[in-house]
């Protein structure tokens, strides 16, 4: 490859990843929401995403809800909607399972 073919593929290369959009985390602003709209951390897209981090961070997970109960967020009430999630699943046999 030439000089100038590496940075033609270079400049290719910094203008695809200048293009790529931006893939935001809804979580990342979960708390500052729930001060606004009690709700927010019941919308059911919050709900499976914060079940997910159950799944794959527990320590994160932690925090959050820690911060979410800070916020005068009701978090027994979600501990149990994610287990009414895993309880329906369960029911239609999914293959679900759910730490505790």
């Not at 320590?59 to 009414?84: G, H, I, P, Y």
């Amino acid at each position: 490859m030439s000089a100038e073919q590496r940075s033609q593929a270079e400049k290719a290369i910094a203008e695809a990843i200048g293009a790529a959009e931006e893939i935001r985390d809804p979580l990342n602003d979960l708390v500052e929401r729930t001060n606004v709209d009690p709700g927010a951390a019941f919308a059911p897209e919050m709900l499976e995403r914060v079940r997910a981090l159950k799944r794959e961070d527990r320590a994160a997970f932690e925090t959050l809800r820690a911060r979410l109960k800070d916020a005068s967020c009701r978090v027994t009430e979600l501990d149990v909607n994610f287990q009414e999630v895993v309880h329906s699943a369960q029911a239609g046999n999914a293959d679900v399972a759910e730490p505790q």
